[in-house]
Nanobody, 116 residues
Framework: QVQLVESGGGLVQPGGSLRLSCESSRDIRELLALGWYRQAPGKQRERVATAFRGGVKSYVDSVEGRFAISAEYSENTLYLQMNNLKDEDTAVYYC??????????WGQGTLVTVSS
């Protein structure tokens, strides 16, 4: 069973940047897809960015051009570089991995707070 552990959250001012990390207990190349989701207070969890096996990446419209998802396979780590952060980006960010059998695995989440 793969385990995912996020880190890198914190408090940042609007316009600032953060990089989130998600370390996998197993080779991330075994996963069909890797992604980042977020859940703001009082809202449903939403997909932020996905990296598919084969190199395709997709983003939700609200972060397009500001966030970048990437993977370092030698470190079994997924990253989310977040630039030009806005108040509405405040949320708990979760790492997600989908196994070959279709199982979704989640990390415990890391809190990102954007505030002046």
């Amino acid at each position: 069973q793969v385990q995912l552990v996020e880190s890198g959250g914190g408090l940042v001012q609007p316009g600032g940047s953060l990089r989130l990390s998600c370390e996998s207990s197993r080779d991330i190349r075994e996963l069909l897809a890797l992604g980042w989701y977020r859940q703001a207070p009082g809202k449903q969890r939403e997909r932020v960015a996905t990296a598919f096996r084969g190199g395709v990446k997709s983003y939700v419209d609200s972060v397009e051009g500001r966030f970048a998802i990437s993977a370092e396979y030698s470190e079994n780590t997924l990253y989310l570089q977040m630039n030009n952060l806005k108040d509405e980006d405040t949320a708990v960010y979760y790492c997600n991995g989908r196994t070959a059998s279709g199982l979704d695995v989640w990390g415990q989440g890391t809190l990102v707070t954007v505030s002046s």
